[in-house]
């Protein structure tokens, strides 16, 4: 696998844990006009569609497939958002594929969304498909589309909103402007009083995508300086891998030292977090497969986070141990 394609695999991951995490908030955010129409108890996350382009041959999943129920009634439909890292000429076909083959085997309404997360080109995206003839109009197919480096950050500061708070890292920052969106979302994240384990992928994904170097942490330390976060009680409780990188010790004895003594604390959060996903996920799991998972490399971590996306009963983890692990 090329580092390239490790990236890719990465950025759909974090961008799928995150979506899939804070789905309702995702839909408050950017589509408010469909939250009345949508009974949030019903939504259920339906597994990773796979589909074979018989013209390529190419293995095309399905990024998130949510099932709802429409509000006050018992009729369903789907709600497909694909997360796309790259610019493609034939995306919108192949939304349009994704949308025939959902609507042929489940036989309900389809609701399309496309997050289109690449910094550049930032040219506006189609964002519908069409087939015409001379005399007549056959196919015209639209989705919903939401392109990050067409939006500004500075529209979204005021959102109570833990999505926001993740994407405003993906929008259209100046460079200069890189550090004061770092400690934006921070005192976003303060405000908004999650759970430990949500704050961390949120913070997380930040971290991913808004790393700093040395100058830009000095004024992000100005910045929380100002916005008077330092001083704040829960800006401690939700200091993950970003801060213990630098803030924290950073803050009184500089960011390079805290890097290195980061780092071990930085690998048990991780695992920890894993755990509480796992725990999230399936229930509480045995206390001996608990122990066994802390004892596991980081690489091994890493690929348990992304596989327990799909796990939907403990045997699917002891299966994945089974297989990686024995």
Same mark, same amino acid.
């Given at each position: 696998?090329?580092?390239?394609?490790?990236?890719?695999?990465?950025?759909?991951?974090?961008?799928?844990?995150?979506?899939?995490?804070?789905?309702?908030?995702?839909?408050?955010?950017?589509?408010?006009?469909?939250?009345?129409?949508?009974?949030?108890?019903?939504?259920?996350?339906?597994?990773?569609?796979?589909?074979?382009?018989?013209?390529?041959?190419?293995?095309?999943?399905?990024?998130?497939?949510?099932?709802?129920?429409?509000?006050?009634?018992?009729?369903?439909?789907?709600?497909?958002?694909?997360?796309?890292?790259?610019?493609?000429?034939?995306?919108?076909?192949?939304?349009?594929?994704?949308?025939?083959?959902?609507?042929?085997?489940?036989?309900?309404?389809?609701?399309?969304?496309?997050?289109?997360?690449?910094?550049?080109?930032?040219?506006?995206?189609?964002?519908?498909?069409?087939?015409?003839?001379?005399?007549?109009?056959?196919?015209?197919?639209?989705?919903?589309?939401?392109?990050?480096?067409?939006?500004?950050?500075?529209?979204?500061?005021?959102?109570?909103?833990?999505?926001?708070?993740?994407?405003?890292?993906?929008?259209?920052?100046?460079?200069?402007?890189?550090?004061?969106?770092?400690?934006?979302?921070?005192?976003?994240?303060?405000?908004?009083?999650?759970?430990?384990?949500?704050?961390?992928?949120?913070?997380?994904?930040?971290?991913?995508?808004?790393?700093?170097?040395?100058?830009?942490?000095?004024?992000?330390?100005?910045?929380?300086?100002?916005?008077?976060?330092?001083?704040?009680?829960?800006?401690?409780?939700?200091?993950?891998?970003?801060? *213990? %990188? !630098? /803030? #924290?010790? @950073? &803050? +009184? =004895? $500089?960011? *390079? %030292? !805290? /890097? #290195?003594? @980061? &780092? +071990? =604390? $930085?690998?048990?959060?991780? /695992?920890?977090?894993?755990?509480?996903?796992?725990?999230?996920?399936?229930?509480?799991?045995?206390?001996?497969?608990?122990?066994?998972?802390?004892?596991?490399?980081?690489?091994?971590?890493?690929?348990?986070?992304?596989?327990?996306?799909?796990?939907?009963?403990?045997?699917?983890?002891?299966?994945?141990?089974?297989?990686?692990?024995?």
């Amino acid at each position: 696998m090329t580092e390239t394609s490790e990236r890719v695999i990465e950025h759909d991951r974090l961008f799928k844990e995150l979506i899939s995490t804070f789905f309702w908030e995702f839909l408050e955010l950017f589509f408010p006009d469909l939250i009345p129409y949508i009974d949030q108890s019903s939504i259920t996350f339906l597994p990773q569609e796979v589909f074979i382009d018989v013209t390529s041959g190419n293995r095309r999943e399905v990024d998130l497939l949510a099932k709802v129920r429409f509000r006050e009634q018992e009729s369903f439909f789907l709600i497909h958002t694909e997360t796309q890292s790259y610019t493609q000429a034939d995306f919108p076909r192949r939304m349009f594929h994704y949308f025939a083959r959902l609507d042929e085997k489940y036989a309900l309404p389809v609701y399309p969304i496309a997050l289109f997360s690449f910094d550049t080109p930032q040219r506006l995206e189609p964002n519908d498909y069409q087939v015409e003839f001379p005399d007549r109009k056959v196919l015209e197919f639209s989705y919903a589309a939401i392109q990050l480096n067409r939006l500004n950050w500075r529209d979204f500061l005021r959102q109570q909103n833990p999505v926001a708070a993740a994407l405003m890292a993906k929008m259209r920052i100046e460079p200069q402007d890189r550090p004061q969106v770092k400690a934006e979302c921070l005192r976003l994240l303060v405000t908004l009083r999650l759970d430990p384990a949500r704050n961390q992928l949120i913070s997380g994904f930040i971290d991913s995508y808004l790393r700093l170097n040395s100058s830009e942490k000095v004024v992000f330390t100005e910045e929380l300086n100002r916005l008077g976060l330092i001083q704040e009680e829960r800006f401690m409780e939700i200091v993950t891998s970003w801060m *213990e %990188q !630098g /803030i #924290e010790r @950073g &803050i +009184e =004895q $500089g960011i *390079e %030292q !805290g /890097i #290195e003594q @980061g &780092i +071990e =604390q $930085g690998l048990q959060r991780e /695992i920890t977090f894993v755990l509480r996903l796992l725990n999230r996920r399936l229930g509480t799991i045995n206390p001996q497969i608990q122990e066994q998972i802390r004892s596991l490399p980081i690489e091994l971590v890493e690929e348990l986070g992304e596989a327990l996306l799909d796990f939907e009963t403990e045997s699917d983890l002891l299966n994945w141990w089974a297989e990686n692990c024995a």
